[in-house]
């Protein structure tokens, strides 16, 4: 069975940093770019980055650029999304999602980041 | 880049047809490979329901069908069961290697 698991959210201060992991398994996880896709409470989806499979390119939405990381960590079939400078504007639920056809088919279930003093 | 526009809401009766736009620019749906669709019900996570344009995975039921015209796509559920009721979703890939979503639209079964 397909799984993308999420892990490392939670509250976290304004200003401060955050890192979330994804852990694939069921796949052949080493195969597919993987990408981080956020969604505030009450809102739409908004897709924030990808990394290929090598973890060698990553490519950032424009309106989070500068300001977020993505690695992959191929001998441990995890990505990792690091986020600093956090606002309120970050509270969300994150997703890690599988690349399928420029599109997305097994998704995590999701970890909530909230972003309050 | 800018979220593609869909229709905030559409409805419709059981067995009824409706169709939710999703229109973009000629740097997204009008010159991407694909446009796929998610459905999402309240508190759950987002399922794939058509990619490049109009393939369903799947599992998915056939009364879900997809198009695309110039800068908008589409996508139509005929014969609408009270399970259709949730958010869509569009996406397209984007001419600088990104991806974007489309705003959501709540489908509501009367």
């Known amino acids: 069975e397909v799984q993308l698991v999420e892990s490392g959210g939670g509250l976290v201060q304004p200003g401060g940093f955050l890192k979330l992991s994804c852990a694939g398994s069921g796949f052949a996880f080493a195969g597919y770019w993987i990408h981080w896709v956020r969604q505030a409470p009450g809102q739409g989806l908004v897709w924030m980055s990808q990394v290929s499979p090598d973890g060698h390119t990553a490519t950032y939405a424009d309106s989070v650029r500068g300001r977020i990381t993505v690695s992959r960590d191929t001998a441990k079939n995890t990505v990792s999304l690091e986020v600093n400078s956090l606002s309120a504007e970050d509270s969300a639920v994150y997703y890690c999602a599988r690349g399928y056809q420029w599109g997305w088919d097994y998704w995590g279930q999701g970890i909530l980041v909230t972003v309050s003093s | 880049q800018s979220a593609l526009s869909q229709p905030p809401s559409v409805s419709g009766s059981p067995g009824q047809t409706v169709t939710i736009s999703c229109t973009g620019t000629s740097s997204d749906i009008g010159s991407s490979h694909s446009v796929s669709w998610y459905q999402q019900p309240p508190g759950t996570v987002p399922k794939l329901m058509l990619y490049e344009f109009s393939i369903r995975p799947s599992g998915v039921p056939d009364r879900f069908s997809g198009s695309k015209s110039g800068n908008t796509a589409s996508l139509t559920i005929s014969g609408l069961q009270a399970e259709d009721e949730a958010d869509y979703y569009c996406?397209?890939?984007?001419?600088?290697?990104?991806?974007?979503f489309g705003t959501g639209t709540k489908v509501t079964v009367l």
């Open positions: 996406s397209s890939h984007t001419t600088s290697g990104t991806y974007v």
